[in-house]
């Protein structure tokens, strides 16, 4: 009984290995060593890039604390700015609103993940944007309630997104 539990476990361990080295050989994860009195004990960590989009769990000494994925931090930074948008929107603050289209537009703020995530309410806030610049306050008067429930219905996906990942 004995011997097939150990057969077990050391073809268990064989399968571990064999993983972590095909993990290394693909860049997917780092070998660290660490020193343990006279020992030298063997750490992995996952590659930077990959842990920015999978989020890791870090160790620290009181425990493990759990890091947020970088995309439900981009979600709650779209769903803060989308607040910011339609408390301009109800003060018809045209620069202000076009200011917040922006961070959903530029590619270095939020533009990137509306893009990947969003891309039909990308292309109509860069439309909003547009018709603002040419148009003004009247084109906000007109269309305030389609731009709104617009906002609202992002910001629902958003919430149903967050809820599911978190």
């Known amino acids: ?3 097939s539990r150990l057969k077990k476990v050391l073809e268990g361990k064989a399968e ?6 095909k993990l290394l050989e693909k860049g997917l994860i780092v070998k660290n060593e660490k020193r343990q009195g006279l020992n030298k004990i063997d ?23 759990k890091k947020l994925p970088s995309t439900i931090k981009s ?12 408390s301009a929107i109800d003060e018809e603050n045209i620069e202000k609103i076009i200011k917040n289209f922006d961070l959903f537009i530029e590619a270095d703020k939020l533009g990137a993940i509306m893009i ?20 003004g306050l009247d084109y ?16 629902a996906i958003i919430t149903k997104k967050l809820r599911g990942q978190v």
Do not use: C, P, W
């Open 43 to 65: 750490t992995y960590d996952i590659e930077e890039e990959l842990a920015g989009k999978v989020g890791v769990e870090k160790k620290s000494l009181i425990g493990t604390t």
């Open 116 to 135: 990947e995530q969003f891309l039909e309410e990308h292309r109509e806030i860069r439309l909003y944007k547009v018709r603002l610049e040419d148009k």
């Open 75 to 86: 979600l709650r930074e779209v769903s803060e700015a989308i607040q910011a948008t339609k």
């Open 16 to 21: 571990v290995e064999d993983a972590l080295k």
């Open 140 to 155: 906000l008067k007109e269309n305030k309630e389609k731009i709104v429930t617009r906002f609202d219905d992002l910001e």
């Open 1 to 3: 009984m004995q011997t």
